[in-house]
């Protein structure tokens, strides 16, 4: 008997069946969403950069905030032109313009310093790849922004600005169809290549079906632990090991039965054993995290089981961010859950073998995915 776990995907209350309908819409030919992250210097008005200095010299505190101004995110369309034959009629690779103005204050020792209020301009220029034939239009807007003022990267008058804007866009046409339709979200962002060739451009906006809308998910997934864990860890030019310490791991593939709602975290606390007094310390720290980036499309073993392929991130104690792939499996059977995780990166390779039986608290879920 499978155990009684809360569903992975969400489902109405009421009946929400699919039929046949004909209705007047805005079409939605491609739909993405972009993120930036970007650190500016920007100057310090002269007035305020000496209220700055008296409050220093005075042994006070410099504190500042950065926050949006209402009203001025802005979306611009700069131009588009033809992308890669590979990708079929339709595809362009789109120029888009963004701003917003962000409102920078100082203060000392919580005071508001006269004249430490000024407003900066931020922009970012995206390049993407979208289905944008003729007769469509882009429909992009700014629905999130982040900004924080880096105090410790202060340089003479300069301040250092980190920003973080999040934009959705959307290619659209007003159409008559008729339909068998239920919701869907964005795709992933495709890589643009360096080489351009010219694609022409149809008279009639076609679909764009290689790429969009994307393709469910034959199944869904979802696992977490968080406890003590025995992994396998084999550092490059070091013998393999078996260090215990504290995992954390959240594992979520095609949430809602789309691709692009898939994520995977791991956290690794290396806890070495004391050294005897007298003997060198040769146990290494083998901690590290890793943060998935890309899934590929999963595959489905019975309504049971999951592997699922992609890339990541992997940080390794004391190191630097590292490229690598990782290979994850997921079993979802009563009394039996299980789960293995092999990362593969430049300096190591990292596996990640949970059963509940041996690992108390560790949870899997697979389900099917129903499709059209």
Not at 301 to 316: A, N, Q, S, Y
């Amino acid at each position: 008997m499978r155990k009684n776990n809360r569903p992975i995907q969400g489902r109405q209350v009421t009946p929400n069946p699919i039929g046949p309908e004909c209705i007047r819409v805005t079409k939605v030919y491609d739909w993405v969403v972009l993120t930036n992250r970007d650190r500016n210097k920007v100057p310090i008005p002269e007035e305020c950069f000496a209220q700055i200095e008296n409050c220093r010299h005075q042994g006070s505190t410099i504190t500042a905030t950065c926050s949006e101004v209402e009203g001025t995110r802005d979306c611009d369309f700069v131009g588009s032109r033809p992308a890669p034959e590979d990708f079929g009629p339709g595809a362009q690779i789109v120029t888009l313009a963004f701003h917003v103005h962000m409102q920078v204050q100082f203060l000392c020792d919580g005071a508001l310093l006269p004249g430490c209020t000024f407003v900066v301009p931020v922009s970012f220029v995206d390049d993407v790849i979208l289905c944008f034939p003729e007769g469509t239009e882009i429909n992009c807007n700014i629905f999130d922004v982040q900004c924080s003022v880096v105090l410790n990267q202060m340089l003479g008058n300069m301040v250092m600005l980190d920003v973080v804007m999040c934009k959705d866009v959307q290619v659209e046409a007003e159409v008559k169809l008729e339909v068998e339709a239920k919701f869907c979200g964005p795709r992933a962002i495709v890589p643009i290549p360096e080489e351009e060739v010219t694609c022409p451009i149809p008279t009639f906006p076609p679909q764009c079906p290689t790429f969009f809308p994307p393709l469910n998910c034959e199944c869904q997934g979802a696992a977490e632990f968080s406890g003590t864990a025995t992994i396998g860890y084999a550092e490059i030019g070091l013998a393999p090991s078996t260090p215990t310490g504290q995992l954390d791991l959240t594992a979520i593939v095609c949430d809602q039965c789309t691709l692009a709602g898939s994520s995977l975290t791991a956290t690794f606390v290396d806890t070495p054993a004391p050294t005897p007094i007298g003997t060198p310390d040769d146990d290494l720290d083998q901690s590290f995290t890793f943060t998935a980036t890309e899934f590929e499309q999963p595959e489905c073993i019975g309504d049971t089981t999951l592997t699922v392929e992609g890339t990541g991130t992997f940080t390794p104690a004391g190191g630097v961010p590292e490229n690598a792939t990782f290979a994850l499996t997921l079993v979802d059977v009563s009394g039996a859950d299980a789960l293995t995780l092999v990362i593969t990166a430049p300096s190591a390779i990292v596996t990640i073998p949970l059963t509940v039986a041996a690992n108390a608290g560790l949870e899997v879920e697979v389900d099917d995915c129903d499709r059209f």
